[in-house]
């Protein structure tokens, strides 16, 4: 993967950086054989996500072809993915909680 | 394929040949500590429990204790207890015996304090320690070989490369006729459905989908959102968002093969391929788990890096992380970052993995066991009393 970001499943909303990528700057991905470039919206350090596409208020963000939480806000293509705009919807005993309270 | 081993009267192999200092209690943790520290050939587990324990409590601590002796890797156990405790020495000395290894026990109370325990299980431990020595390795088939395979200090290198490198090597360990565990329920937690269908039957994929259910309630029952702890600070660090996009990582290191069965903690497999076993995601506690349950050999994926191992199973380190290996080297076994840059691949990897552990079963040591890593330490499932 001599790449700057890799797409692991063609399902996927997101890539990860191989390398840190500076805020501004362009960044070419394959999805299966279709190459895509896109400028990212934030510095994304090396490991880090960004989106490849718009993810939806509550839609899932997908990688590895899986859901892997919902966005708690509307994300754009380029945009740094993480726990700021990700929530999990597992073990999520904060919600039993307000469950309980209702 | 063949390596050599130590062949046990039970039939099973080790590719260590250790007299284990077994502490039934945590009143005996030192002088057992003290005997293995001054004989070579011994090494030692932790034991923070053994007493005031109640039910199945007690009774996992027990079961971990007696299949921690029966690891292949042991040649000879000296149980070290003081005597009063809730576990109490003479019916893990019974149940250790069925092994048919030599078993012998050191009581602080009997023997009148710890200078004495001390210099009579360092008598005991030499002879049983030079007993060992004179035992050859013998050529076994690779299928005698259990794999434990943990992940820690995660980020987003270990399920990108050092976890499906791990799944390849993993798999070709089943193919050849052994056998490989993967633990860790809290990190298969948003990736069980994907473990399910590939279970050998409904019982298998039940259970499994029964202790992935079971930890998230015990999680709920927190009252909290599990992140920060699942995934760690660290982990986030790392690039890893979620427990779901975390498992989704994890699960690609046990790699492709049918589920054969579920075990729970420190249970040993009954057959040979790939077992699912009911840990914690703490990474000590799970490989104890797994070295418990017959594992002689461990291979532990990171991508933050850490100095874990096992007082009686050796961990091969791994991560894809190259800054990792470059400011932790003296740690980590092998540097997957080629897959990262571009100059290997993972299936290229997964084989370096795999010859790894072949070296290893054939007595290369690990870095881990060089440092003296030997962390153990067993899970709790109750309260103290």
Redesign the interface.
Known sequence: ???QA?V?DEKDNVA???TNLKQGSRVKIFLGSREIDLAVNADI?????FAIREIGYHEH?I??G????RATQVIRAGDH???HN?????????W??AKNEI | MKFKGYRRPDGKVGIRNYVLLLPTSICANHVASEIARTIQGCTVINNFHGCCQVGADAKLTFTTLVNAGANPNVGAVILVGLGCEGIQPPKVVQALEKNGKPVECVIIQEEGGSLKSIAKGCAIATRLARQLSLQPREEADISELILGIECGGSDTTSGLVANPACGVAADKLVALGGTSILSETTELIGAEHILARRAINGKVKNKLLQIVAECEARAKAMGEDIRGSQPTPGNIAGGLTTIEEKSLGCIKKAGSSPIQGVLNYAEMPTEKGLYIMDTPGQDIESMSGMVAGGAQVLIFTTGRGTPAGNPIAPVIKITANKKTYDKMRDNIDLDLSGVIDGNQTIKEAGQLIFDEIIQVANGKTTKAEQLGHNEFSIYRIGPTF
């Open positions: 993967m001599p790449t890799v692991i990860t950086a191989t350090p090396f490991g880090h996500k963000v990688k590895y899986e859901p892997m939480g993915v993480h726990v990700v929530e999990s919807e597992r073990c999520r005993g904060d039993e909680d």
